[in-house]
């Protein structure tokens, strides 16, 4: 049986069963675009993380008082927790590090807060988070209007306020917002600056966001004891390594911790924390082929 009798015998078949023909050509195009579609959203994502990341710099870690926390399917210890790092020892290690490197102390002051001005109001989900003159720096964020705060503002707390794109369209469709006085929670604020738009990071809105001075949000904190992180943004590449070293050493020195004993803190750089993310998106890739192929099936 030649080239030319297969060809006619199959085509016959087809025309025999064209519905069995159909079904089938359909599930495999249903398959096929199952798979396609499942690796492109993971490419997206992995594109997106990478950015969000980039953007803040890959020469920075931060200091918290546990770990990132980073888990999928529930693998992995649970990361440690500490003592917060208190408002007074992320200014004394500010205030102590005498490297080439940038030093930027942030809090989350309040949680589901609603911010108000005039009749309007937005719904109870945004934040207030306070900064220092480097904070918008060291997350990797822009303004689009205004200005952030200064050092003097930091460290005493005036009521102003930089806030996210989302709520100055809310709040004021396409009034100037600045130099406006909204409230915020119970605190009166004005506004000084206006972020660009960002979108979500970690699960938390930058675009619902509050940003308040750093002393500000110490006396307004709805945490009696809340934790600070601290960023440091180091210039090159060649020198996070003997940074982090002495910051370590320093932070070790305020928190008071005996030789021999362990830290009570975590220092984490920032591309270590998007390279364990990427890593875990490989998972869920082999996952997404897995069930593109058993479709196509």
């Known amino acids: 049986m030649n080239y030319s009798e297969n060809v006619r015998l199959a085509m016959q078949s087809i025309k025999s069963n064209r519905l069995r023909t159909f079904l089938t050509a359909l599930i495999i195009a249903i398959g096929i675009s199952a798979l396609v579609g499942i690796l492109t959203t993971i490419d997206a994502i992995e594109k997106k993380m990478t950015d969000a990341f980039s953007s803040m710099g890959a020469n ?8 990132t926390g980073i888990r999928i399917g529930g693998s992995g210890e649970r990361p440690k927790s500490y003592k917060p790092i208190r408002y007074e020892d992320a200014l004394k290690f500010k205030e102590r590090l005498n490297t080439p490197a940038t030093v930027s102390i942030s809090v989350f002051a309040s949680n589901g807060s609603t911010v108000k001005y005039g009749q309007e109001k937005t719904n109870p989900n945004i934040n207030i988070r306070g900064i220092d003159e480097n904070g918008l720096a060291a997350q990797g964020l822009e303004l689009s209007q205004g200005r952030s705060f200064n050092n003097a503002e930091s460290l005493n707390g005036p009521n102003i306020c930089v806030i996210g794109s989302e709520i100055a369209k809310s709040m004021f469709k396409d009034a100037d917002p600045l130099d406006k006085v909204i409230t915020a929670g119970s605190n009166r604020l004005r506004v000084i600056g206006v972020l660009a738009a960002k979108g979500s990071s970690m699960g938390a809105s930058i675009d619902r966001a509050v940003y308040v001075p750093l002393f500000k949000a110490k006396l307004i904190n709805s945490n009696a004891n809340p934790s600070y992180t601290i ?9 996070v390594d003997n940074i982090i070293g002495e910051s370590t050493s320093m932070f070790r020195s305020i928190r008071k911790i005996k030789i021999g004993e362990s830290n009570n803190f975590e220092i984490t750089k920032s591309d270590a924390v ?15 082929m897995a069930i593109g192929i058993i479709t196509l099936l």
């Not at 920075?60 to 770990?67: A, E, V, W």
């Not at 960023?231 to 020198?239: H, Q, S």
């Open 274 to 288: 998007a390279q364990t993310l990427i890593e875990n998106l490989k998972v869920v890739k082999i996952g997404g």
């Open 60 to 67: 920075s870690f931060t200091i918290r008082n546990r770990g």
């Open 231 to 239: 960023t440091v943004i180091v210039p090159g590449g060649d020198i």
